[in-house]
C-alpha cells in the first residue's frame, strides 16, 4: 500500500502535524511527522497509546513524566509509555522536526491536554 502523506495541520498542543499513516483498516500502528517551530514548547499531554519520537532534525528538550528533562537532536530515538505525561521544547532555531510512532494506532480520543 502506498501512502502519501497528508498535509499538516496546526494543533492546540501548539505544533502542526501530518498524518503519514492512520487507518482503521491498521489499527496496530499510526505514524505521523510533526513540526515545533524555534522557542515553543508542546502543551502537557497524555495519550493511551505508546508512542515513539524519532528526530530528524532541530534540537529541543523533553520532559517525560517526572524525571528531568533530557535534550534531544537528530536520531535521538524517545520511547513514551502510554498514559506518561509528555511535552517537548523547541530550543533551537530551526524547527524541530520529528516522527511519531504509536502503537496501537493513535486517535483523538486517546489524547488528553493536561495544561
Known amino acids: 500500500m502506498a501512502r ?3 498535509p499538516e495541520v496546526y494543533t492546540s498542543e501548539r ?4 498524518a503519514i499513516l492512520n487507518e482503521p483498516g491498521y489499527p496496530e500502528l ?3 511527522r510533526a513540526r515545533v517551530s524555534p522557542g515553543i514548547t508542546t ?3 497524555v495519550v493511551d497509546v505508546l508512542e515513539w519520537y524519532v528526530i530528524e532534525s532541530g534540537a529541543g528538550r523533553m520532559f517525560l513524566g517526572a524525571g528531568d528533562p533530557f535534550g534531544v537532536d537528530a536520531g535521538s ?4 509509555p502510554a498514559h ?3 511535552k517537548i ?3 533551537g532555531d530551526d524547527d524541530l522536526v520529528f516522527s511519531c510512532v504509536c502503537t496501537p494506532r493513535w486517535t ?3 489524547y488528553r491536554e493536561l495544561e
Open 4 to 6: 502519501v502523506v497528508k
Open 108 to 110: 483523538p480520543e486517546c
Open 43 to 45: 502543551r502537557l499531554h
Open 15 to 18: 505544533c502542526y502535524i501530518a
Open 77 to 80: 530515538v524517545v520511547a513514551i
Open 89 to 91: 521544547e523547541n530550543t
Open 30 to 32: 499510526s505514524i505521523a
Open 84 to 86: 506518561t505525561p509528555q
